[in-house]
């Protein structure tokens, strides 16, 4: 039916399969068209308490230019963690950015229809991301967060390189996965990259889009004239009293795919792109931020001329429109020059703009300004642009093809698809445009061709799954589920089906349900009664299945009709057997099994006889294996009894199918031959009948340990039934012409032998069990004509066979072929575990379920049981679209930091007087601070910092004397000179080059083309006069220690040279060889935690210079004690110096395994290390590192705190090997000395 549109008109177009976004006041697309169908402005007016909340001073808040309006995006501190294994600290320092746009890939390629894991493509993602405020004004501030966290862990979770590759690796994408980057043109450039990359063949899928969040969200913002944010906080695009935007939230993301792809596979089209186009401005402009009519221009022409389509037949434009006075007239001038060039037609094209509506989104406008564009096409109007009353004078609309829309008007079209241009332009320069077109009509009218045609196989009832990685968040995706289809009654339930079952990640909490149609699909899920819905938790994902194969006794005439009737794949498998029999059996096989109604009595007859009937149940059975194969069900071994053990052998590549067939044909007419006999099923063991049995009666099959089958002539069989009856044991004969498995097979057994000689024997390539010996078929069984003839004729050990399947409990045991006898026999058996799940493939004949919902109940049982269902398979011979669905509903959770406490920006000048800002010092190791006032004012402060500048700088220039350089004033020295000259240790060369930089720009030195010369000779007096300059200017202070910068300069030249000298000076250049990094030695953690609890908590509130010489020796000390004699512990002491608690832990996510609480200290100290790394309270002893949402990088965090405690070494190997604080403490334990308790040691002192 596809074929029908001849897809090669669409070469170089693309499809948008799919849209996501979240706005102000639109938590979604279809809110997002409801604002702008509406003509609602989605700018919030502040309250002053709403602000001052945010940190905004009184003094800001009257200022009159000062503008009380945000665009706020709601709930941008939430996110899913667990469904994207983050752990809980790991989420709140990820970028909010990031956060976001992952949860909208998600859902974009989820409403695409497709799961990448089973997608057969490579696709990609262009993305752009805007600044990260987040981390400056959250994260950054929390000087002691960021000692606990990996300094690779914060960048890769907050540069803007990792937005792109993030979704990569989070979604499976396998295509190009690049970062753009080009100020407000970001995402609609993303857009066009993405196409390129899809023509190119690159990808053949791709999500492009960008995301910006405005961090703090509820601050306004101050007005200046000229600029672009605008006075009132309304942006009024094109109008005479136009003067800016407003900065906004947001995040836009669409999926495309080749057209003749996305209409070959179906797909739902939103809309189409004929072609788009990106340039630069360069140089020819005002300034660099100034927009060019010459460079828009030639975007949107190009644009028009990839598309291959005339400007007269665009009849939108949305615009980037950020209504400056200078950029409207300008984007108006560049489109009237660009549609000039094909007609001079006025007046004809609407233009509107969406910042109007929200503002200006930024790296997020362009994708935005799309959708907007696609949806308007997809709903056939053309939404208002908000705020236009006059023209801005400089735009000469009447002499220009456009006009401003500035209501809801239906979009009207003139025997031409509706067509639309996009707009976004970059500060900086770079230009972005692309041609939209409405989805083809052809696809529409193809989907009503497909169901109402004859020729299409229409399933008489579906199968609908859903799935989540949370109780609740299944019990909501049923609801929304529900909710839309109520909404939707259009739609036809297979296109939903096949969206839910191909489209869809499967999780482990299940639940699958059959219906007829829409209404019943809605009915049934409102109720979820039990015998129609089935839910299921399931921790294994790919269970593996046996198949059962029933022997004669099971068929019966219309088996599996239905199935015959409507799946394909059946159909041709009984077809073709059938053919292959015609001649071997000398009648058609399928008017047996489905005769006429007048002739099911007569077809009854003759499938019991044994000729007919074991072909018969082969047909059956293999074409049943056949079609559970096509849905992706795979045995990983089988076991058949009786005739079903040919099945078994024919789908391990034993027989072919064509000698599998005929020997089947001859062993049932050779039995039919044979005199009628009969078969006794017995509630005994084999063992307790044997006796009775005498020289006619046989044991046939062992079908349970305490179940038996005697066969034999029929005289025999009923004297033992009588014999046994008259004990009180009652037996049941079986439905059968001949004694099978008994004595009486022994006439045709040298025939058969030579039968099975004739036809090729291969060694299984499927494990299967062996009805001789109740366990594994070998090679030498498998391949050796006898052991066909002995199969037979000797006993059927099916139980011994089901006890060796039952030892995989796992494993879920599928019966293939009509009704449940072998399920009833294994659901019986002794060793059955509770929990083994048995399966049936086609109803009893007693039963009143159709063939097609046992069926389909069975593949939804298998599914919910963890059996891999390829559903491409299933779907493969139906022909469905992909429809937009609701998608995973994420359990958002608050993974946030607060900023700091702190004074509110903008209030620091309006405080009495400077010392008011400190009342106390906190404390610092195990010294208590003395509290007192610091008389200091901000010019004092900039004064004295300047002495204590010029005394460091002296302290740096005496120790160049005393290493020797610059021995001869007049010659010019390179760094590689001085470093070997004066013997510096290589890790202090980076230092050294800091000194150098330093003496230049405090004039001390001459720097030229890397050259220095001239240092300035500095006096011990110079020095002297100095230090007693800064004591008495900081003789109330106890922000710096001047004892410990003495000792400190006069010892630097020894420093740099020595091999084991106290490391103290720079903690950034250090770098200590074989023991880690001098910045995670507990020295410089106890200097650090005075650093940042103490003198930073207070200057940060002080405009301060760029850092200088005298920064290495400000440190807030109290260590004078003991006569000026400071003394430093290198033992860690945890409970002094735990980081502070930024956030709340967060409770522990849902995990198979039950909480098993820490049983002895050891344990308990890993669980800590493990709840403060990933942030996540009560980690239990069995709960699985990286299922908490550990990764490599945490790893290794928690491997150092464990050597840092435990003085042990384990591996980042160690903990993917043992992920369970149950499994690692047992190698902690064996490298732990036993005379070693938790937290002794010696404590070594050094003097400084």
Known sequence: MINSINVNDFNNEIAI???????????????????????????????????????????ILNNPNYVKASAVLSDIELFDANFFAYSAKEAELIDPQQRLFLELAWEAIEKAGYDPHTYNGLIGVYAGVGMNRYLVNNVYPHHQLLETVDPLQLIISNDKDFLPTR?????????TAVNVQTACSTSLVAVHLACQSLLNCECDMALAGGVTLS???????????????????????????????????????????????????????????????????????????????????????????????????????????????????????????????????????????????????????????????????????????LHFETPNPKIDFANSPFYVNTTLTEWKTNNTPRRAGVSSF????????????????????????????????????????????????????????????????????????????????????????????????????????????????TEITERSVVFMFPGQGSQYVNMAREIYETETVFKEQVDYCSEILKPLLGLDLRHILYPSEENIDEASKQLQQTAVAQPAI??????????????????????????????????????????????????????????????????????????????????????????????????????????????????????????????????????????????????????????????????????????????????????????????????????????????TLVKRHPDKAAAQTVLTSVRHPQEKQSDNHVLFTTLGQLWLAGV????????????????????????????????????????LQALPTPSQLWTSLVQGGQNQANTRNAELNELTYQENRQWLDRLCTAYINSAFKQLGAFSNAEEKYSLEDLLSQC?????????????????????????????????????????????????????????????????????????????????????????????????????????????????????????LPQASASDAFSIKSRLEHNNHKSEISLQRKPDIFQPEKLSALHSRPDLPNSYLAPRNEIEQKIADIWEELLGIKQVGIHDNFFKLGGDSLIAVQVLSRIRNIFSIRLSVANLFESPTIAEIVPKLEKQLDPDTSLGAGEREEITI
């Not at 006993?795 to 039952?806: D, I, N, P, R, S």
């Open 17 to 59: 399969i799919s849209l996501a976004g979240r706005f102000p006041e639109a938590k979604d697309i279809d809110s997002f068209w409801q604002n702008l169908r509406d003509g609602v402005e989605s700018i919030s007016r502040l309250t002053d308490e709403e602000l001052i909340n945010s940190g905004v001073s009184l003094d």
């Open 167 to 175: 979704v990569a690796y989070k979604l499976n994408l396998t295509g």
């Open 426 to 537: 970059g500060i900086g320069g770079t230009n972005a445009h692309v041609i939209l077109e409405e989805a083809p009509l052809e696809i529409k009218n193809l989907k009503l061709k497909i169901k109402n045609s004859k020729d299409a196989i229409e399933r008489p009832l579906h199968l609908l799954v859903l799935s989540a990685k949370t109780a609740s968040a299944l019990e909501k995706a049923t609801a929304n589920l529900i909710t839309h289809l109520k909404e939707h009654p259009e739609l036809n339930l297979g296109d939903v089906a096949y969206t839910l079952n191909s489209g869809r990640r499967g999780f482990n909490y299940r639940r699958m349900l059959i219906c007829q149609d829409l209404e019943d699909a809605v009915k049934t899920l409102g109720s979820l009664a039990a015998q129609q819905v089935s839910t299921n938790y």
């Open 215 to 385: 961090i703090p969200q509820k601050i306004g913002y101050l007005h200046q004239e000229g600029m672009i944010l605008s006075p009132d906080g309304h942006c009024r695009a094109f109008d005479a009293k136009a003067q800016g935007t407003i900065a906004s939230s947001g995040a836009g993301i669409v999926v495309l795919k080749r057209l003749k792809d996305a209409i070959a596979d179906r797909d739902h089209i939103h809309a189409i792109i004929k072609g788009s186009a990106i340039n630069n401005d360069g140089a020819m402009k005002v300034g660099f931020t100034a927009p060019s009519v010459s460079g828009q221009a030639a975007v949107i022409s190009e644009a028009q001329a990839i598309a291959g389509v005339d400007a007269e037949t665009i009849s939108y434009i949305e615009a980037h429109g950020t209504a400056t006075p200078l950029g409207d007239p300008i984007e108006i001038a560049a489109l009237t020059q660009a549609f000039s060039q094909s007609t001079d037609k006025k007046g004809f094209c609407a233009i509107g703009s969406l910042k109007t509506n929200l503002g200006h989104l930024d790296t997020a406008a362009g994708v935005a300004g799309l959708i907007k564009t696609v949806l308007a096409l997809q709903h056939k109007m053309l939404p208002p642009s």
């Open 618 to 823: 082969f047909v059956i059975e293999y074409a049943l294996a056949t079609l559970w194969q096509s849905y992706g069900v795979e045995p990983q071994a089988a076991i058949g009894h009786s005739i079903g053990e040919y099945v078994a052998a024919t789908l391990a590549e034993v027989f072919s199918l064509e000698d599998a067939l005929s020997l089947v044909a001859a062993r049932g007419q050779m039995m039919q031959q044979l005199p009628t006999g009969s078969m006794l099923s017995i509630p005994l063991p084999a063992d307790k009948i044997k006796s009775l049995l005498g020289q006619e009666l046989s044991v046939a099959a062992i079908n349970q340990p305490s179940q038996c089958v005697v066969s034999g002539s029929t005289a025999a069989v009923d004297t033992l039934q009588n014999q046994l009856a008259a004990q009180g044991i009652e037996c049941r004969q079986l439905h059968t012409s001949h004694a099978f498995h008994s004595q009486m097979m022994e006439p045709i057994l040298k025939a058969f032998t030579e039968r099975v000689k004739k036809v090729t024997l291969n060694p299984p390539k499927l494990p299967y069990i062996s009805n001789l010996t109740g366990t594994w078929i070998t090679v030498t069984q498998a391949t050796n004509p006898d052991y066909y003839a002995q199969h037979l004729r000797s006993t059927v050990l099916f139980a011994q066979g089901v006890e060796k399947l039952l030892a995989t409990p796992e494993q879920v045991l599928l019966e293939v072929g009509p009704g449940h006898t072998l399920t």
């Open 983 to 1103: 013997h510096i240790s290589p890790r202090y060369q980076q230092l050294f080059s800091i000194w150098l930089q330093i003496l230049v720009e405090q004039g001390q030195l001459q720097e030229q083309e890397g050259l220095f010369t001239g240092l300035l000779p500095c006096s011990q007096d110079y020095i002297n006069e100095h230090l007693e300059e800064v004591r008495v200017r900081f003789a109330t202070s106890s922000l710096v220690d001047l004892n410990l910068v003495q000792r400190c300069g006069e010892n630097l030249a020894a420093i740099v040279v020595e091999q084991e000298p106290l490391e103290i000076f720079n903690e950034l250049v250090y770098q200590k060889e074989n023991n880690g990094s001098y910045s995670e030695s507990p020295l410089n953690t106890y200097y650090n935690s005075i650093l940042h609890s103490s003198l930073g908590q207070v200057i940060k509130l002080l405009p």
């Open 868 to 907: 891999k269902v390829d559903w491409f398979g299933f779907y493969s011979h139906q022909e469905h679209y992909r429809l937009p669905l609701p998608t995973y509903p994420f359990e958002r959770q608050r993974y946030w930091i607060d900023p700091p406490q702190k004074t509110a920006w903008g209030q």
